[in-house]
């Protein structure tokens, strides 16, 4: 049990409600120093593979990350961790097919490199079906290729985020003051850092759209 971890890490609120960080990097880091050994290892293991926006992506020639997955499976993981890095892989893959589907790419075009087992094979067998008959495990991708077909990134990034944020809920409730509550924070930080990230870029955009106007009305 982590009781002084967890009672020594700020309460971080939804990442649509939260103005900043409610804890920086390096004092997160410091506080994730009270982690057992094995813990830390674990949680080092699955964040550089399931972050927020990581370096690699799935792909049509990307088999590096289903490697990299491939390989953490036959480590030792706590059990929650294990369970939510499949989630994240799964969610991926359904992303990686539907970006495959709408570009036009032929099922016989693709390699399993693309996505994990066993989400990969059913989506073969259901290519032609909308939403590729996966909605009743996963209500919210019906949601996820109306935003991809209308091109709206930042509404299917708030979505696939909240799906995500939900999932770590569960698993932090699962034992609060396990290993499990902590690593739930670490990935909710991490998706509330991309997202506040996202909001300064639309921010940016927005200034830039509103400097536009102006200097079009002084031109005039």
């Known amino acids: 049990m982590y009781y002084d971890l967890i009672a020594s890490l700020p309460q971080i609120p939804h990442f649509t409600r939260a103005e900043r960080m409610p804890i920086t990097q390096l004092r997160l880091i410091q506080r994730l120093k009270l982690l057992k050994p ?4 674990q949680l080092q293991e699955a964040h550089s593979l399931v972050r927020w926006r990581p370096e690699h992506v ?4 990307d088999v590096a990350i289903v490697r990299e997955f491939e390989k953490l499976m036959t480590h030792d993981l706590n ?3 294990r369970s939510y890095v499949k989630f994240r892989l799964e969610l991926q893959t359904l992303i990686a097919a539907l970006r495959h589907k709408r570009r036009g790419v032929e099922l016989n075009e693709l390699s399993d490199s ?3 087992a066993p989400r990969v094979h059913l989506i073969r067998r259901n290519w032609d ?3 590729f008959g996966l909605t ?3 209500p919210w991708f019906s949601q996820a290729c109306q935003f991809y077909d209308s091109e709206d990134a930042l509404e299917l990034e708030q979505l696939l985020m909240d799906v995500t944020w939900r999932r770590l809920t569960q698993c932090a409730e699962h034992r609060m003051f396990g290993f499990e509550a902590v690593f739930a924070y670490v990935f909710k930080w ?9 909001d300064a870029d639309r921010g940016k955009i927005r200034f830039k759209e509103l400097i536009d106007q102006v200097t079009h009305v002084e031109n005039n």
Do not use: D
């Not at 094995?38 to 290892?41: C, D, L, S």
């Not at 799935?58 to 020639?61: E, H, N, P, Q, V």
């Not at 991490?190 to 996202?198: T, V």
């Open 79 to 81: 059990e929650e961790l």
């Open 114 to 116: 693309w996505g994990i």
């Open 136 to 138: 009743f495990l996963h």
């Open 190 to 198: 991490n998706i509330l850092e991309a997202w506040l990230q996202s």
């Open 38 to 41: 094995e813990h830390a290892r």
């Open 58 to 61: 799935l792909g049509s020639t």
């Open 129 to 131: 079906v909308p939403h």
